[in-house]
């Protein structure tokens, strides 16, 4: 029998790799329904992706609009048309504020390129060179107030090469998120990973690290 699938809202900025690699499990063995794609810019080139597709997209650029409170207060209303159980940010690159967070708590998770708690914020690739780490990777956090602070349920861990510029291991990176979005996603759908109190719970059980997503082959 198949399971009940989980509905979704997708925010994106640029590429839509992440966005990809979701609609295509989505389409195979993902219980994830996209509802839509929001994009804060025009010239998203993941947009296409989602036409690709046939899911709904929308653009809502933020420089259209007087302040961060205004932009959100459009962006609320456009993620509840699509009433989506989650609202999963991929590439989204606006920083929300505690106001907006709070409305979809619990149920907003973001994709961060390294291994939180390590790098918050922009240039992780960049900055985990810089200090000479042999190791980097990717998150998956619950979206909280406090940016890329929000708790960590799910990470895949990639070696750092000698020769590595910070585009060759943004790209190794990458092609690890495309394995870990799609396998976050499944825990939440499949109701085994959810927020509690502040906490990630598995299988009703406090977590007390994330989860790690074993090497690719
Ligand atoms: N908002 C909250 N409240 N909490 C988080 O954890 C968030 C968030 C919004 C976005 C993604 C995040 C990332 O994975 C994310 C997590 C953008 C910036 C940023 O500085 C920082 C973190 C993330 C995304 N944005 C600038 C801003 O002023 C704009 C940068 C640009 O447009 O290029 O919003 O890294
Ligand atoms: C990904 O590496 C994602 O982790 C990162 O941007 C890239 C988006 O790629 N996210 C952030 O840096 C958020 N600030 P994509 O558009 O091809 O999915």
Redesign the pocket.
């Given at each position: 029998m198949s399971q009940p699938r989980v509905s979704a809202v997708v925010l994106i900025?640029g590429s839509g790799s992440n966005l990809q690699a979701l609609l295509d499990t989505a389409a195979s063995d993902l219980p994830l329904e996209i509802r839509a794609v929001i994009s804060n810019r025009a010239d998203a080139y993941g947009l296409e992706r989602a036409a690709e597709a046939c899911v709904p997209s929308r653009v809502l650029d933020h420089t259209r609009f007087p302040d961060?409170e205004t932009f959100e207060a459009a962006l609320a209303e456009l993620i509840d048309g699509f009433e989506p159980e989650l609202v999963l940010?991929a590439?989204?690159?606006?920083?929300?504020?505690?106001e907006?967070?709070a409305r979809y708590s619990g149920r907003m998770v973001?994709?961060?390129?390294?291994l939180l708690p390590a790098y918050?914020?922009?240039h992780?690739h960049r900055r985990c060179l810089e200090a000479g780490d042999t190791e980097h990777g990717a998150s998956i956090?619950f979206?909280?107030?406090?940016?890329?602070?929000?708790p960590v349920f799910l990470q895949v861990r990639v070696a750092v090469d000698e020769d590595d510029d910070a585009d060759s291991l943004a790209a190794r990176v990458l092609t690890q998120e495309h394995r870990l979005y799609p396998a976050a996603v499944r825990l939440l759908c499949e109701g085994r990973v959810r927020l509690h109190d502040g906490r990630v719970l598995l299988d009703g059980q406090p977590l007390a690290q994330p989860l790690q997503l074993e090497p690719a082959n």
């Open positions: 900025s961060r940010l590439g989204f690159m606006r920083i929300l504020t505690p907006f967070v973001n994709i961060h390129p390294a918050p914020g922009l992780t956090h979206v909280t107030a406090e940016v890329d602070g929000g």
